[in-house]
């Protein structure tokens, strides 16, 4: 399974963030994965954001769940994140993942990852 995110890598203060991930060789409907967005902050740790299940259902963290939303695109493969309001300190690299667990932040973890994506958070 092949993952790449894809948005852009500047963004505005205030304004949402969106990232895309593409799943290849693998199906985001089949039964039991989870498919995921973290990010890891410059001279910081792995943080989990969020993940939508095969089903559908999503899961956020709790710092950001006003913030964030996870939707996906089955027809595409791709699922997507929206990350509303942000600011300079949401700059970090953006990784999309995926697997049979969620929730954490540890790479381990996860099954499949992107390459990430650098976005930067400035006017």
């Known amino acids: 399974v092949r993952l790449r995110e894809s948005g852009p890598e500047l963004a505005i203060p205030s304004q949402t963030l969106s990232l895309t991930c593409t799943v290849s060789?693998?199906?985001?409907?089949?039964?039991?994965?989870?498919w995921t967005w973290l990010r890891q902050p410059p001279g910081r740790g792995l943080q989990w954001l969020g993940t939508?299940?095969?089903?559908?259902?999503?899961y956020c963290t709790p710092s950001l769940k006003s913030r964030i939303s996870i939707s996906k695109d089955t027809s595409s493969n791709q699922f997507t994140l929206d990350l509303r309001s942000v600011t300079p300190g949401d700059t970090a690299f953006y990784y999309c993942?995926?697997?049979?667990?969620?929730?954490?932040?540890?790479?381990?973890?996860?099954?499949?990852w992107g390459q990430g994506i650098q976005v930067t958070v400035s006017s």
């Open positions: 939508i299940s095969s089903s559908g259902d999503t």
């Open positions: 993942a995926g697997g049979k667990e969620y929730g954490s932040d540890w790479s381990y973890n996860y099954d499949f």
């Open positions: 060789l693998g199906s985001i409907t089949t039964n039991g994965y989870y």
